[in-house]
């Protein structure tokens, strides 16, 4: 009995003593903090979310099915796979739009995927020839012809204007490795631990039960998609006076973007490089002498919205009808010929850069539009950059802010010019892999001077190549590679010289979603207008005033005496210079700002594609997040169970024994 006894003592101080020796190594880890602790416990994952838009008749995009968070165990996806419980699937890039197909014909795979985590890298880019989001023929009901099937965009899946009831994060590069290496460990049934992601997306649509934008705008659980466009005139000067009859040439392009990921929509080739392009001619034609002595008056104008209903353009159209403040000086019956840049940054092949000039009919203004074009491809002696008219079994002008124009008045010229002729060459149209890696900045310098030497010549009906001051409209390369790095990389991002120069950004990394209209549009918080907006309308207001000498510092009336303040965002004070740059708010037309709220407007037949607008929103949410931790597994938690089992029926043994031998001792004492 004492033998046993002591035996069982001996077995209770051995497991004391390792107890301790346990707590002793692990108090090496000291937290100071619940947050210590917490980042302990949890890895948050950098990533880039698909959120829940709403239109009239239905939502799409993506959410937590209900009020609460997700968590689920994470497992690579491999074609064929079967999951026999609710996971989170780690998705390569090739085979994303496969996967979702899966999800959408196979009901039994689809109830067990609790979200889906894209990876990115190079390694996945190179396993695509294409991959676009959007539909073969992109926005088709707006377009002014019949021919809805059309392919402009054969690399269309069409997968991002679809529903899904499950949360779903793109990577960052970092993320992707790490996660990659959990999805092994994970695979390892050795292991007694899982690890599980736990997402964060719950939409407050779907918390209010609003799922249309009527519905949501009348909770309030939701904003219109929207922002800021911005137009300027050169030369500036008298251009909002009674007298001013000069014909208007129209030069424009969009500044936003979409993909299947709400903040990775670079949009590099459509429409990134028009609008640096645009940029660029801008900046060329101001060091043009003599300009306010031209025949023609060139309006510049950088439309958002674009890719969800041309907002931008419908809503300028809109604007000019009505006669607003907000574009006081454009007389529209004055408007000659509209000269759009699309896409322009894949327009190289072996050396040459190629253009396409897409136009709607035969009319003068038009011809003398393409007369200009070539005089100003003929103007750069150089073989190396060839233009052509677009083929005429097109059935009309490719997917394009135009369209709006040409909606509101069939007999409006104009041309679009692109790097493609029968559909599009970007392979990667409205996908986050529309980056920098997708276009040519020689293209994108090419197709500036082909549209700065165009509007030259539209401008001053001059058809003399040796003109001197058509020699001196040069496209500055440098300005192009600047604005690619600040636009288009988070190194160095809006955070590069030439941004800040002009503006304060409240990020780094540009992203060129059209994003949220705030407060009251017609009179914009100059907070509640994006990074891009703000830029392109300092920059341009800095490039028409160019040749003007009445810059001063801002005071209180610089706006009273014609001028606007430019660069205040830098130093507070900023400088006051004559130039008509303005914001145009860009929101469906069929929307109306009333007591701090938006209410929705039947369709009006003065609004030809108001009947088409499917009147964008977007969900609003408290916070949207990714993180990943351990769990165990059932198998360690039995287990345990049966080891805490045994050791309280051995302690309450040797309790027993214990108390047995007491009793022993002291009877024999």
């Not at 998705?91 to 994303?96: G, I, L, Q, R, T």
């Not at 894949?346 to 393409?370: C, E, I, M, P, W």
């Not at 060839?386 to 104009?414: C, D, K, V, W």
């Not at 980056?435 to 539209?458: C, E, M, P």
Request: one cysteine or more; aromatic letters at 10%; hydrophobic letters at 40%.
């Amino acid at each position: 009995m004492v033998s046993t006894a002591n035996k069982l003592l001996l077995c209770l101080l051995c497991l004391l003593s390792s107890l301790h020796l346990s707590f002793s190594v692990s108090g090496q880890v000291t937290f100071k903090s619940v947050p210590d602790l917490e980042k302990s416990m949890y890895k948050v994952i950098d990533g880039y979310p698909c959120v829940r838009l709403l239109n009239l008749s239905g939502e799409i995009g993506c959410a937590n099915p209900g009020l609460d968070k997700v968590v689920a165990p994470i497992i690579k996806f491999k074609n064929g796979i079967e999951l026999v419980q609710s996971s989170s699937l780690l998705v390569a890039s090739y085979d994303f739009e496969s996967f979702l197909s899966r999800v959408s014909s196979d009901s039994n795979f689809a109830r067990n995927v609790a979200g889906v985590l894209v990876e990115s890298g190079l390694k996945n880019q190179t396993h695509l020839i294409g991959s676009s989001p959007d539909k073969k023929f992109p926005q088709a009901e707006f377009s002014p012809y019949q021919n809805s099937k059309f392919e402009w965009n054969p690399a269309g899946s069409g997968i991002m204007w679809r529903l899904y009831d499950f949360p779903v994060f793109l990577l960052s590069e970092n993320s992707t490795q790490s996660l990659q290496e959990i999805a092994v460990k994970n695979e390892n049934k050795d292991t007694y631990a899982a690890e599980v992601t736990e997402f964060d997306l719950v939409m407050q649509t779907t918390k209010a039960g609003t799922h249309n934008s009527e519905s949501c705008l009348g909770e309030r659980t939701c904003l219109p998609l929207g922002g800021y466009s911005v137009w300027s005139a050169l030369p500036t000067e008298n251009i909002s006076s009674v007298g001013s009859k000069k014909p208007i040439i129209l030069a424009v392009a969009s500044m936003d973007s979409a993909s299947f990921f709400r903040d990775k929509s670079l949009g590099a080739e459509s429409p990134l490089s028009g609008m640096i392009s645009l940029l660029a001619a801008v900046d060329a034609l101001s060091r043009v002498e003599g300009f306010d002595k031209l025949s023609k008056q060139l309006i510049f104008v950088v439309f958002t919205g674009e890719a969800w209903g041309y907002l931008g353009s419908r809503r300028f159209l809109l604007e000019l009808e009505r006669h607003t403040d907000t574009v006081n000086g454009i007389n529209n019956t004055l408007i000659e010929t509209v000269l759009e840049v699309g896409s322009v940054g894949k327009g190289y092949d072996q050396g040459v850069k190629t253009f396409y000039a897409h136009t709607a009919g035969v009319s003068s203004a038009t011809n003398r539009t393409l007369s200009a074009i070539q005089k100003a491809r003929d103007s750069l002696g150089t073989e190396s950059i060839m233009y052509s008219t677009a083929s005429e079994f097109n059935p009309g002008i490719p997917p394009s802010s135009f369209m709006s124009f040409l909606r509101q008045n069939p007999h409006t010229s104009g041309v679009v010019l692109e790097d493609f002729d029968t559909s599009f060459s970007n392979k990667f149209y409205h996908s986050h892999l529309d980056d920098l890696s997708n276009i040519n900045s020689s293209a994108i310098v090419a197709a500036a001077s082909l549209v700065a030497r165009t509007l030259y010549f539209l401008a001053s009906n001059n058809t003399d190549l040796s003109d001197s001051s058509l020699n001196s409209v040069k496209v500055n390369s440098s300005l192009v590679d600047e604005l690619l790095g600040c636009l288009l990389n988070c190194e160095p991002g809006l955070s590069c010289d030439l941004v800040n120069q002009y503006i304060s950004p409240s990020s780094t990394c540009p992203s060129h979603y059209v994003g949220v209209i705030q407060g009251d549009p017609s009179e914009p918080f100059i907070g509640y207008v994006g990074d891009v907006p703000r830029f392109v309308w300092n920059f341009m207001a800095d490039k028409t005033s160019g040749l003007l000498k009445n810059v001063g510092p801002c005071s209180e009336n610089c706006s009273q005496t014609g001028g606007v303040c430019i660069k205040q965002e830098i130093d507070g004070k900023g400088i006051c210079v004559i130039s008509t740059t303005r914001y145009v708010p860009a929101y469906s037309t069929r929307l109306k700002y009333e007591a701090e709220g938006w209410i929705v407007l039947p369709p009006n037949s003065s609004d030809p594609m108001g009947a088409a607008d499917p009147i964008w929103t977007e969900s609003n949410w408290n916070t949207i997040s990714l993180r990943v931790y351990s769990v165990q597994g059932a198998a360690y938690d039995h287990l345990i169970l049966v080891v805490g089992v045994a050791v309280t029926t051995l302690s309450y043994l040797l309790i027993i024994f214990i108390k047995a031998f007491l009793a022993k001792a002291l009877k024999q004492d």
